[in-house]
């Protein structure tokens, strides 16, 4: 699948696109909105990934041009993020789309719970119609917990909200066998069905002409990697034009890396092999019946609970006699768990003071072999 057929696109936009000699390009974004609006209003749901507060920030600070250390790459990303955010917001509005800023920084990647919290604000976003612009939290990251750059974010996010595709926008078309700006006879590469050595090799390091951003073709190939292997398709193309997307869907050059798989079934995959559970829950009959069918585990199908767990954790679920039926992540920590055992979805907010809804949902469910997902 590619851009034109994709339910859910991820798009990286990076330092140089955003960031102008004078603030944010209000020119290229105002055009780029106008290409989001497209997609928007034939029902494709986009997620942005956007660079450029340490840009702005730096101009708005007057910093030196010098390297800047890490203290002053946080003060500029704080003094940038809101001039980001303000350029994304006057460039959506005038066609109607709200944009809403979250940032993260790596745990909120790699840790379960914190997974999870931003993946349920994404998808709600979503579904209410609003555009999620993402960066990483640079004001509070050290480089030993960064994400490292806004192009492997991307791919987190891509797999983390089930994307169909990933576009990450470069100052290049795509893949070259060579650097195209130092190599006259560079070929393109136009499709990779599978990222090999010798493809990764073809890709350079970061842009230093750029002045501005830290990826190169390396970090793409990278975070294409990634997204691959979470079912996402790639597409790398230049980004330095007005309508960039609707260049790609009308034959500009472009890369385009498919996926292994399905981001259904890489994330179930993950779930069913790749965690350590946690904790047990024991179902009943009536529940185990429709776990095996792919459905939520609700507590009133709960009958006992084993083991220390948080919200996000795997866990196993058993069956009375003890056989395991499905893996899953719940949405309790375990003494909640406990306490919901046996109760109906409406009494939960009563004995908890909230709810999170089932105690697994059929999203972060993996069926065991015996029986169908």
């Known amino acids: 699948m590619d851009l034109a057929g994709a339910k859910r ?3 990286k936009v990076g330092s140089a696109l955003v960031a102008g000699q004078d603030g944010a390009d209000r020119h290229w974004l105002a055009a780029f909105a106008g290409d989001l609006k497209r997609l928007v209003a034939r029902g494709q749901q986009v997620v942005i990934v956007s660079s450029g507060a340490v840009a702005l920030g730096r101009r708005r600070l007057a910093l030196p041009k010098r390297p800047l ?16 955010m303000r350029a994304w917001e006057e460039a959506l509005e005038p066609h109607a789309m709200t944009c809403a800023q979250i940032l993260l920084t790596r745990d909120d990647t790699e840790v379960r719970r914190r997974w999870l919290n931003a993946r349920a604000t994404m998808e709600t976003l979503l579904a209410l119609g609003v555009i999620p612009v993402v960066n990483e939290n640079d004001t509070v990251v050290t480089e030993e917990i960064r994400v490292g750059d806004n192009d492997r974010l991307s791919a987190r996010v891509a797999q983390m909200v089930g994307a169909d595709v ?17 190599d006259p006879n560079a070929e393109h590469v136009g499709r990779i069905a599978r990222l090999t050595p010798e493809i990764e090799a073809m890709a350079g390091g970061a842009n230093a002409q750029a002045g501005v951003g830290t990826g190169g073709m390396a970090t793409k190939l990278q975070a294409a ?5 979470a079912g996402c398709v790639t597409v790398i193309t230049m980004g330095h034009r007005p309508s960039p997307l609707w260049a790609v869907e009308h034959g500009e050059k472009a890369t385009v890396v498919e996926a292994s798989t399905t981001p259904k079934a890489a994330y179930k995959a993950w779930i069913g092999g790749s965690l350590s559970p946690a904790g047990v829950l024991v179902v009943d009959e009536g529940a185990a019946a429709a776990v095996l069918r792919g459905k939520s585990l609700l507590a009133a199908g709960v009958r006992r609970v084993e083991g220390r767990f ?4 795997a866990v ?3 069956d009375e006699a003890g056989a395991e039926i499905a893996r899953g992540l719940s949405r309790y920590e375990a003494a909640d768990a406990v306490r919901i055992c046996g109760l109906k979805s409406e009494a939960i907010e009563g004995v908890l003071g909230y709810t999170s809804g089932p105690v697994v949902h059929a999203d972060d469910l993996a069926v065991a072999a015996l029986g169908s997902s």
């Open 166 to 182: 990933l576009v990450l926008l470069s100052d290049v078309d795509g893949l070259y066998t060579a650097d195209p700006r130092r």
């Open 310 to 313: 948080d919200k996000g954790d």
């Open 316 to 318: 196993v679920i058993r």
């Open 225 to 229: 990697r990634i997204a691959s292997a």
């Open 69 to 84: 250390t890490l203290p002053e790459k946080q003060a500029a990303a704080a003094a940038g993020q809101s001039a980001l």
């Open 9 to 11: 696109i991820v798009v």
